[in-house]
């Protein structure tokens, strides 16, 4: 039986208030022109500003679409938490996810899931953007962190953390199983993407100057060195797992 929804776009969102307009309008400006049926849903993770107020008056059919669905959660289940809790909610035979912070383009989604639609198996496929902009220091963190964690684990992880990801919804039986709730999620989800075999398919992308607020890994030498320390434990726990 075919799926009423093609793709879901899952967008955990913490403390993500002032983007949540230009936000929703670049994602439905981006997914008009497509004939693909489609959800954007919208995880409130626990937010302490003013994001439940915004979703409660422009959501539900009012100033977005009906595809466009939020989702509270009341207590902040960590990054990976509030993608997991999304996953669980959508409904498309393809899903996916990708940054709330305006730093990821909504047209990557759509770019990514039509390669994983092109491919000559598309329900074995696990699309990936990668990012082809300078970024800094934080760039050499994220070769470092591929470096290690294709080294720990065996298998070939490139742009771990770069978005969007999507994926047909047959790898969520894998995903679930003992997925993180920290920024563990994403080199998670993509060695269990590699070990069951899912072919990888990618797309350049650019990783956007943050408009608003600041990072919630990066904003701080300690913050960076705390990140790092404890993506260092989770792949030795993860190799552990996976031997």
Known sequence: MPFEIQLSVILPCYNEAPSLRALADAYLAAMKPHSFTYEVLFVDNGSTDLSSEWFSKHFGGVS??????????????????????????????????????????????????????????PTHCFGKGIRTNDRGANGLISRCHELSASTLLGVTLKEINAQPKVFHRSLMTHLLEKAPKGFEWDVYAYFV????????????????????????????????LTTIVQQIRYLWKLRKVAL
């Open 64 to 121: 977005y679409p009906k595809s466009f669905r939020w989702l509270k959660l009341e207590m902040n289940q960590g990054y990976g938490g509030g993608i997991l809790e999304g996953l669980k909610q959508a409904s498309g035979e393809f899903v996916g996810w990708s940054h709330a912070d305006q730093q990821c383009a909504p047209q990557d989604v759509v770019r990514l899931f039509e390669a994983v639609q092109n491919d000559i198996e």
């Open 193 to 224: 993407a590699m070990k069951h075999h899912y072919r990888l398919i990618t797309v350049p992308v650019e990783f956007l100057p943050r408009p608003h607020g600041q990072s919630h890994w990066a904003h701080s030498v300690r913050s960076r």
